[in-house]
């Protein structure tokens, strides 16, 4: 008999007038309450600073939340809000034309292309906002929740959403600064060249560093002091109690112990999601003490960087003479600022969220305690103020309304959600009625949203799941379905990811994999960037390799083929699981 589904009687009210679009690359479910509100506030402002910034007719996206799931709807600058779709030619090139603050906008990004304002953005970052957001970070971290009375845990429940809300504008707000040089790039490549997405994001190999794993070079030192230490190998050895593994590096003495705490300070409270749903690292010294051996095994060999140099220089002989030093021009900008895109989100609201789990955790440790709820977990689909109220005595929800929300989020799919609330938009206007260096901003934007977003269309069947390759090379390997983050635990060396879709705070797992699949994603998803930095085969986009293949199941991952063959069903556990 056929489940029902959980959407039965479940309506879908748009947000307000006008088309909303299911956020899909960032949320596979619905988001927990205390993170929607963080994040319907910090996601358009910080969007619209970076955008005005850069004089973009797109303003920002409107953020909202129905049901839990993320629904965005663009909002062009000087148009009609909720408007059916961008403005029609006639009034577009009205505003253009007439309206002085579209002309000064226009006038900002020509001067944003000539100066190359993402370097003065990029110093910024590493001068100013990454130092202050990890001072922030580092004034949270030092606080421990459980050592609070009740009003202080009140306060400071109200201070980390809002450090949130600030953490989301900042990776917000480098947005434009991140990905534009990137996607203006591609768009001329491939106009130039012909070339697929795969093969001009090639190039981009070595250039986005944390994309190998948070805290890469605390990890590498730790290793390295390891492999000197006899005491720290024999403690690393341990078979049982990860978390005990953790505790005896971090008090050993030499150069092991201070490298150990340098990192564990590091991980411990990133978020590996979006959401104060998702677990934060310290939350699995499993996966942490994996991550940890496969470092001290030694470095994997990495031959991409070598060879990218060969595709770069045949990729540069397809481009007409003539554009050939603008092409070496373009490359360098998107090469100097692919970096940010990961970095701004480890720095930033990956940080901020795993400290707000913190507190909301310990929130929910008392409530539960009390009666008010009935696990420490369910206070994360609390709005702020109902847990304050909840907190006080006072107020809703109950604990069986909260295990409904509970069970929604845990329940629902982004694949039954609908793709759009109210009629979707009609077509652009043609990019010839826009200025040239807006017209040059809106050729970077559709390369960039096919780069993240256009998925494979190729046919799966029961034994083999076909997506966009990411490298060449073939790997065999244990699948392990990665759906939600205590499934990270099971993740031993050599494995292969499959999942919807990866994020930048699920680096901390990388150095085990051997391989990665995912449901969704295109060439410049994060699953495809990581496997670009790690030179290991990938496969995004196949929309079902979670559906299809079986966890345990022993497969083989054809980079150059594009495809995961199924080879033989689930294996006995292993012996380093099983003493896990």
């Known amino acids: 008999m056929k489940r029902a589904s959980v959407f039965a009687g479940v309506r879908f009210v748009p947000p307000g007038p006008g088309p909303w679009e299911l956020e899909r690359s960032h949320f596979t479910r619905p988001v927990a309450r205390f993170s929607a509100e963080a994040l319907t506030r910090g996601v358009p402002k910080g969007f619209a600073e970076g955008s005005e910034r850069y004089g973009l007719l797109l303003s920002h996206f409107e953020s909202a939340f129905v049901n839990g799931f993320s629904y965005t709807q663009p909002v062009v600058y000087g148009a009609p809000r909720g408007a059916s779709g961008p403005p029609p030619r006639l009034l577009l090139w009205l505003l253009l034309r007439l309206h002085p603050r579209m002309r000064e906008r226009a006038r900002t990004c020509r001067r944003a292309f000539e100066t190359k304002l993402w370097r003065a953005d990029i110093e910024r970052w590493d001068r100013v906002d990454r130092p202050r957001a990890t001072e922030r970070n580092l004034a949270v971290q030092a606080i421990d929740p459980a050592l609070l009375d009740a009003d202080a845990l009140i306060a400071h429940l109200r201070r980390v959403h809002a450090h949130m809300v600030d953490m989301v504008v900042l990776h917000h707000r480098y947005n434009v600064a991140g990905v534009l040089p990137v996607g203006d790039y591609l768009a001329h490549t491939l106009a130039w060249t012909?070339?697929?997405?795969?093969?001009?994001?090639?190039?981009?190999?070595?250039?986005?560093?944390?994309?190998?794993?948070?805290?890469?070079?605390?990890?590498?030192?730790?290793?390295?002091?390891?492999?000197?230490?006899?005491?720290?190998?024999?403690?690393?050895?341990?078979?049982?109690?990860?978390?005990?593994?953790?505790?005896?590096?971090?008090?050993?003495?030499?150069?092991?112990?201070?490298?150990?705490?340098?990192?564990?300070?590091?991980?411990?409270?990133?978020?590996?999601?979006?959401?104060?749903?998702?677990?934060?690292?310290?939350?699995?010294?499993?996966m942490l003490v994996r991550a940890i051996r496969a470092a001290v095994d030694g470095d994997r060999e990495d031959g991409a960087l070598a060879a990218r140099e060969a595709k770069e220089r045949a990729l540069r002989e397809r481009v007409p003479a003539a554009h050939r030093a603008e092409f070496d021009e373009l490359l360098g900008e998107a090469r100097h600022t692919n970096r940010l895109r990961d970095e701004r989100a480890l720095y930033s609201d990956s940080w901020g969220n795993g400290l707000a789990r913190r507190a909301v955790i310990e929130a929910g440790r008392r409530l539960a305690a009390d009666g008010k709820i009935e696990d420490p977990e369910h206070a994360v689909d609390l709005a702020l103020e109902e847990m304050i109220g909840l907190l006080r005595g006072q107020g809703e929800p109950s604990a069986e309304e909260l295990k409904r929300r509970v069970?929604?989020?845990?329940?629902?799919?982004?694949?039954?959600?609908?793709?759009?609330?109210?009629?979707?938009?009609?077509?652009?206007?043609?990019?010839?009625?826009?200025?040239?260096?807006?017209?040059?901003?809106?050729?970077?934007?559709?390369?960039?949203?096919?780069?993240?977003?256009?998925?494979s269309e190729a046919a799966n069947t029961e034994t083999v799941v076909r997506g966009l390759a990411i490298n060449d090379g073939v790997h065999e390997g244990t699948a392990r379905i990665v759906l939600e983050p205590g499934d990270f635990g099971r993740i031993q060396k050599g494995d292969v990811l499959v999942t919807r879709a990866t994020s930048a705070s699920f680096n901390v797992v990388l150095p085990l994999l051997g391989a990665i699949v995912t449901d969704r994603g295109g060439q410049l998803s994060h699953a495809a960037i990581v496997a670009r930095e790690y030179g290991i085969p990938g496969i995004v986009g196949t929309r079902e390799a979670t559906a299809t293949i079986p966890d345990g199941a022993l497969v083989r991952v054809d980079g150059a083929a594009g495809e995961v063959k199924i080879l033989s069903p689930a294996p006995p556990p292993r012996a380093e699981e099983a003493a896990l």
């Open 194 to 286: 012909g070339a697929g997405l795969g093969e001009a994001l090639a190039l981009l190999q070595g250039t986005s560093p944390l994309a190998k794993g948070v805290a890469v070079d605390e990890l590498a030192a730790l290793a390295r002091a390891l492999r000197a230490s006899e005491a720290g190998r024999a403690a690393l050895a341990r078979r049982s109690d990860p978390q005990g593994v953790l505790d005896a590096l971090a008090a050993l003495g030499g150069d092991v112990g201070p490298a150990a705490r340098a990192y564990l300070g590091l991980v411990r409270f990133r978020s590996i999601g979006y959401d104060v749903a998702e677990k934060t690292g310290g939350e699995l010294p499993d």
């Open 407 to 455: 069970r929604w989020r845990e329940q629902a799919s982004i694949d039954e959600a609908p793709r759009w609330l109210n009629a979707p938009p009609g077509p652009p206007p043609p990019l010839d009625v826009l200025p040239a260096p807006l017209r040059r901003v809106a050729r970077a934007t559709e390369a960039l949203m096919a780069s993240m977003s256009q998925e």
